[in-house]
């Protein structure tokens, strides 16, 4: 599924922490991987290509060959195993060919032990055991937040979320205002303002933000 090029530059624009306050806001829990550390400064924003691998007992690593094979140009593949922390299997080899395919980024909450050519957020450390494949474009559980096949990745310096597509247009528009709003405050603090009134907001403060901004 394709992101609207507008749509993907304005969640390119603005910090995942923006966009965290407005899944927030809407109601949304999990949307967060946890335990996943950045690899790249890049910011990307692609729709969400789902794997699952578990550790294994022995078996191989399943058809890996395959399910990468599927992935489409523009996508960020999310790779779920179940929190365990292990090294992905073959992580250079697979990036590069994820690369030479237009995957834009790769999440897991994995350990990728080599530099990959490809944007990574990944687990920190190593877990000792293997992992092979057990499905692919299923809802999954990267670092504790649902993803499902098709949602909205977006993977920044401060951190990954998973925005529904339904809900994109909303949460961007929102995530802008949020922005300016938070470098407004950030401004007001900076010029000795008491953070009374700031943090949160009141109505005071809102009315100054939106007489000085135009916001509405």
Known sequence: ?????????ALSAVTTASIARALERAGLRD???????????????GPA??????????????DLA??????????VVVIDTAGTGRNLPFGAILAGRLSSRGAVGLVT???????????VWAAQGAAA??????????????????????DIVVCGPDGVVIVPPDMAEQIALEAVEQQRLDLWLQREAEKGV????LLPPDSSARARFEAETGSV
Do not use: K, N
């Not at 599924?1 to 530059?9: E, S």
């Not at 950045?38 to 910011?43: A, L």
């Not at 691998?53 to 399943?62: D, H, K, L, T």
């Not at 395959?66 to 996508?75: D, L, N, Q, R």
């Open 31 to 45: 949307f967060a991987p946890a335990g996943i550390g950045r690899r790249s400064s890049t910011t990307i924003v």
């Open 66 to 75: 395959t399910a990468i094979e599927s992935v489409p140009e523009g996508a």
């Open 129 to 150: 055991g293997g992992l092979t494949l057990a499905g692919s474009w299923q809802p999954v559980a990267c670092g504790g937040a649902a993803v499902h096949p098709g």
């Open 1 to 9: 599924m394709a992101i609207d090029p507008t749509l993907r530059d």
């Open 49 to 62: 290509h789902t794997l699952r691998m578990v550790p294994a007992r022995g078996e191989g690593i399943g």
């Open 109 to 119: 909450d994995a350990t990728v032990a080599e530099e990959v050519g490809l944007p």
């Open 194 to 197: 008491s953070l009374y009134g």
